[in-house]
């Protein structure tokens, strides 16, 4: 079963714009993890925000989390075509630790 | 790039026979996981193992089998091929600890079961 479910599924924009991307989760999570993937290639880690922290910034990537609502967001400014992929959140509930993931946005940026 | 590689790249079984998919995790990693990821889905975890001992195993029945060697390297083995077992396979290794496991991915293994 997934647990953090992405949103948009697709998402199509220029380049030089934002994207953002929600995921959304059903229980209450330790950590929740950002990941890209190219064309059917391995995951790449981006960013991990954990349960207690509301907001994280690495280079062009800003993520959020809102605990509450069991949300968190993906912002990638001044996107790149080299931005094109999917990327995918995960989470990790209780006592596990492991990155439980969603069915992943996929985004592409034309340059 | 990471540390983690897998092989074979791409494998082609009929149903019914046995497949044995290979990683090699990150130098200084005690942990590896694996995940089947089908066209268009997220990973779905398989299990993970942590020194040599199965840590958490997914919804995957008996017939998906791993195991972890001493120098942290690891196989799936998948008997009884089916066609549904056609998918990405993906391990992860990762440094297991209290907080956070964040995990770093191999290349994948491309299995089609015909």
């Known amino acids: 079963s997934q647990q953090g479910e992405e949103d948009p599924q697709a998402l199509s924009i220029q380049e030089g714009e934002n994207a953002t991307m929600n995921c959304s989760y059903k229980?209450?999570?330790?950590?929740l993890q950002w990941y890209r993937q190219n064309s059917g290639r391995g995951l790449v880690h981006l960013i991990l925000?954990?349960?207690?922290?509301r907001e994280k910034h690495s280079g062009r990537l800003r993520v959020t989390l809102d605990t509450s609502k069991k949300s968190s967001s993906l912002l990638i400014t001044a996107s790149r075509a080299a931005d094109t992929a999917s990327y995918f959140c995960?989470?990790?509930?209780?006592?596990?630790?492991?990155?439980?993931f969603g069915r992943g946005t996929s985004l592409i940026v034309h340059p | 790039e990471t540390g983690v590689t897998q092989s074979p790249t791409h494998l082609i079984k009929t149903r019914g026979q046995q497949v044995t998919l290979r990683c090699s995790s990150q130098s200084g990693h005690n942990t590896v996981s694996w995940y089947q990821q089908a066209l268009g889905q997220g990973p779905q975890f398989i299990f993970q193992?942590?020194?040599?001992?199965?840590?958490g195993r997914g919804n995957f029945p008996p017939r998906f089998s791993g195991l972890q060697f001493p120098n942290y390297s690891s196989e799936l083995n998948v008997n009884a091929l089916e066609l549904d077992d056609s998918a990405l396979y993906l391990c992860?290794?990762?440094?297991?600890?209290?907080?956070?496991?964040?995990?770093?991915f191999g290349p994948g293994t491309r299995l089609t079961v015909l």
């Open positions: 925000i954990r349960s207690n922290e």
């Open positions: 193992y942590y020194r040599e001992e199965e840590n």
């Open positions: 229980t209450s999570i330790n950590n």
């Open positions: 992860a290794s990762s440094l297991l600890r209290a907080q956070a496991n964040e995990q770093f």
């Open positions: 995960a989470t990790d509930e209780g006592g596990s630790y492991i990155p439980t």
